[in-house]
C-alpha cells in the first residue's frame, strides 16, 4: 500500500471549514484514497474514500489533485464534535479483506 | 443492530496470565479483524480473517491467537500476557463487495499488564 504524509496537528475555528491535507505521491492506478477519523478513545470511523473522482457525502468532501498524488478532506462548517485525529488511508479496493493500514494522522482542534 | 461489540472495555493482567477477549458482530460480515493502538501510535493489525474457518495473520501477530468459529464471534487469545500488550485493542468488521472498504469498529478493549 502506498506511503501517506499528514501534518501531525491542525486547529480550526468552530463553523468554519477544515481542510486537512493528505500526501500520497506513490499511489498507484488501483488504490483508492480513504478517510477515517478516530473520536478520543472511541474505534475509528468511514468518513469518505474516493479514486480519482472528487466525492461528497453528509459528513465531508474529497478533493483528489489530477495526478492523484494528493488529496484534501474537507469539512463544510467544522463543529466541536470534529474535534478528533483524522487518518488518510491509501489501498486497493480489491474486495478481499480491508486490512487498513493506519499512520499517526492529523489531530484536528475545533475550537469556539 | 448492535454492530461491533467487545468485552470486557477494561482489563488488568498480571505478566504470564492468559485471556481472551471477545468480539461480536450482528451484520452479518464476512471479514473481521483486530487492531492494537499504542499510546500515540495508529492502529496496527494484528490478525484477519475472511470468513468462518479462515484467519491469517497481520502486521504484529506474535503473542495472539485467533479463531472464527462462526460468523459473528472472532475472540482475540492472548496466551501468556507481557508487559509490551498493554495496548488498547479494536475490533473491526466489514462486508465483501463493493461496500468492503467500510470498516465497522468497535468500542475498544484497554488492557494493562503488570
Known amino acids: 500500500d502506498a506511503k501517506t504524509t499528514q501534518p501531525p496537528s491542525m486547529d480550526c475555528a468552530e463553523g468554519r471549514a477544515a481542510n486537512l491535507p493528505c500526501n500520497h505521491s506513490?499511489?498507484?492506478?488501483?488504490?483508492?484514497v480513504y478517510w477515517y477519523r478516530q473520536i478520543h478513545s472511541q474505534g475509528p470511523q468511514y468518513i469518505i474514500h474516493?479514486?480519482?473522482n472528487n466525492e461528497t457525502n453528509e459528513m465531508a468532501s474529497l478533493i483528489i489533485t489530477e495526478d492523484r498524488k494528493s488529496s484534501t478532506l474537507i469539512l463544510p462548517h467544522a463543529t466541536l464534535r470534529d474535534t478528533a485525529v483524522y487518518y488518510c488511508i491509501v489501498r486497493p479496493n480489491t474486495g478481499t479483506a480491508s486490512k487498513l493500514t493506519f499512520g499517526t494522522g492529523t489531530r484536528l482542534q475545533v475550537t469556539l | 443492530n448492535a454492530g461491533v461489540t467487545q468485552t470486557p472495555k477494561f482489563q488488568v493482567l498480571k505478566t504470564g496470565q492468559s485471556m481472551t477477549l471477545q468480539c461480536a458482530q450482528d451484520?452479518?460480515?464476512?471479514?473481521m479483524s483486530w487492531y492494537r493502538q499504542d499510546p500515540g501510535m495508529g492502529l496496527r493489525l494484528i490478525h484477519y480473517?475472511?470468513?468462518?474457518?479462515?484467519?491469517d495473520q497481520g502486521e504484529v501477530p506474535n503473542g495472539y491467537n485467533v479463531s472464527r468459529s462462526t460468523t459473528e464471534d472472532f475472540p482475540l487469545r492472548l496466551l501468556s500476557a507481557a508487559p509490551s500488550q498493554t495496548s488498547v485493542y479494536f475490533c473491526a468488521s466489514n462486508p465483501r463487495g463493493d461496500t468492503s472498504y467500510e470498516q465497522y469498529f468497535g468500542p475498544g478493549t484497554r488492557l494493562t499488564v503488570t
Open positions: 451484520m452479518n460480515h464476512e471479514y
Open positions: 506513490t499511489i498507484s492506478g488501483n488504490e483508492y
Open positions: 480473517s475472511v470468513g468462518a474457518g479462515i484467519t
Open positions: 474516493g479514486l480519482k
